[in-house]
């Protein structure tokens, strides 16, 4: 199909987002068979045709959700056959079911369509060495915010530890990061750093690189990120799927010296079954060329 007819197709799929759309009533605009056209719309986009409707139906759902409407009104909207099958595929490809969502909401836009170019077909498939290199950037982009403390002279130790599971955690002594206000539990400021929007492997694909985009697009990359700031004798946390805020922040008391503990694992949907190189971290960081000769650095293995 050429370029132009894909982009019939998915404009189409946006147009008709609120309706049931098939297979054969795509083949049919296109002139193809069922079969025919559902092969060569897998091979250019890297999924099925239906699997691309829903997740499309989802994300539309997900402005819509933000907007106030409820679960069962958005269900309905969509086209989906019931509320809890479209709770129940919001949830597998978020990671927080809708009212989640409502009760913590978070900035969103659905993402635009991108139309296959004549000579690059094999989209959304990036290969298992570029998504090693780009999973450790989620953990470069924590430790360059570590590693600002150190310079300012704040910060002298980091530890970081690596599981068997597949979870990080990254630890500093500094400052913690910076709270605004009063310090009250429902200061929203973590969640302004961490808060971001989930990312799907389709969308994830057509990103060039993330480096330096800052830690909303670590925990939007993340099934799971927890983070604890300590501050002034009190403890704040907040964990995060794929960038949603699970609960308001809290706060508690806490005599612990300041700073901050990251807790994450990263997307499996994007990231596969890749584990994290303490050789590849130490190799970064040895080529940060720190000029402070009072930073320690950590990293163990725990299993």
């Known amino acids: 199909m050429s370029r ?35 092969k060569l719309f897998s091979n250019a986009i890297g999924i099925s045709v239906t699997s691309y409707i829903r997740i499309r139906k989802l994300q539309h759902a997900m402005v819509s959700l933000l907007e106030g409407k409820k679960v069962l009104e958005v269900s309905l909207l969509y086209a989906f056959d019931s509320h809890e099958g479209f709770t129940r595929s919001f949830t597998h490809l978020f990671g927080s079911t809708p009212s989640t969502i409502q ?11 991108v139309i296959p170019s004549a000579t690059e077909r094999r989209l959304y498939m990036k290969n298992n060495d570029t998504l090693f290199n780009e999973m450790h950037m989620l953990i470069y982009e924590i430790l360059n915010a570590s590693l600002a403390e150190a310079k300012e002279g704040f910060c002298t130790e980091i530890k970081i530890t ?24 429902d200061n929203r400021t973590l969640q302004k750093i961490f808060a971001g929007h989930p990312i799907s492997n389709i969308e994830y694909n057509h990103l060039e690189t993330f480096s330096n985009s800052g830690l909303q697009m670590v925990s939007s990359l993340c099934e ?10 009190l403890n704040f946390q907040q964990d995060y799927v794929r960038g949603i805020p699970q609960h308001k922040i809290v706060c508690k008391s806490n005599v612990h ?20 190189s303490k050789n590849e971290i130490e190799t970064w960081i040895n080529r940060q060329h720190m000029d402070t000769c009072q ?8 299993a």
């Open 4 to 38: 132009n007819t894909y982009a019939s197709v998915l404009s189409y799929i946006d147009e008709h987002i609120q309706e049931k759309i098939t297979l054969t009533e795509l083949a049919e605009l296109v002139g193809y068979s069922p079969f025919y056209f559902s």
């Open 103 to 113: 009760k913590h909401p978070i900035t969103y836009k659905v993402p635009a369509y």
């Open 162 to 185: 690596l599981f068997s599971n597949g979870h990080i955690q990254i630890k500093d002594n500094g400052r913690g990061i910076p709270l605004t206000g009063d310090e009250h539990p």
């Open 224 to 233: 799971s990120l927890q983070v604890c700031v300590y501050r002034d004798g």
């Open 257 to 276: 010296p300041s700073g901050t503990q990251i807790t994450l694992t990263p997307d499996s949907a994007i990231f596969k079954n890749q584990k994290f």
């Open 295 to 302: 930073l320690t650095i950590s990293i163990e293995e725990n």
